[in-house]
């Protein structure tokens, strides 16, 4: 019980990697506020819906969590989207939305937990960049560039928050087996199962991740396990080194 009675945030609550985060952390103890545009189907200590492209929404996400839950220690910025194409092929929407719920959303509920957390001595936030952000994959430029910021803005605060006894790190998975990657399957007219079997194939482990391989390490960054650890980008990939 690595979490016994720690008051926990979890963005994209409603996700493959998000739910299983989230039920990862309350199996351990954990006293977990979820947070999703639709939040009425998870089990949770505390249900916190809404749009994460409201900058009051994402503002108010740590201490709304706080009140719910009577603290806050950790923060698990999941919530992500991917949008498709070259820059060429990139809308002004589609701008808008990567960068809204990929950079901007974690950049606001940081702002606005890192004095929650330093004011309790501490905790930790784990935000979900991904190895495009560390070396970028082709036709998915805006998703990248948000993956790479976000990633940066990781080592930043992880560096610059320290002396408060918050711990600032980031999991960076590459494909991982969830809605996200197989509804872009679908779009693009494959079975998701065989697309997915086939993508394995590319991974030295044998197969793409599944969530639980992601949750894992989301859970030991968030964990005093990783007392030692800030700042650090963490690629979770099979073997999978590049884009
Ligand atoms: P997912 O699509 O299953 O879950 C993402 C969740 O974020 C969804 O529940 C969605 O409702 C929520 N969300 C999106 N926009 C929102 C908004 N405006 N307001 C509130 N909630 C919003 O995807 P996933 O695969 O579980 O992704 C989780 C994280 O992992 C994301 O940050 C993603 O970029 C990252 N990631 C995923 C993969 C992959 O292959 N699946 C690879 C690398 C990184």
Sequence with gaps: MRFSDKKVLVTGAAGGIGATIVRQLRAEGARVAVADRDVSGIEADARLPGDLLAPAYADGLPQAAF???GGLDVVVNNAGVITRGKVTETTDADWDLSVGVNMLAPFRISRAAIPLLAARGGGAIV??????GLRPGPNHAVYCMTKAAIASLTQCMGMD?????????????????????RTGFIKRGFDPDTAVAELGKTVPLGRIAEPEDIADVVLFLASDAARYLC???VEVNGGKAVG
């Excluded at 935000?127 to 495009?132: E, F, G, H, K, P």
């Design 161 to 181: 928050h320290a002396h408060q006894n918050i711990r600032i790190n980031a999991v960076c998975p590459n494909e991982v087996n969830t809605p996200m990657l």
């Design 127 to 132: 935000n979900t960049a991904s190895c495009w």
């Design 231 to 233: 700042g650090t980008l």
């Design 67 to 69: 009140e719910a839950l």
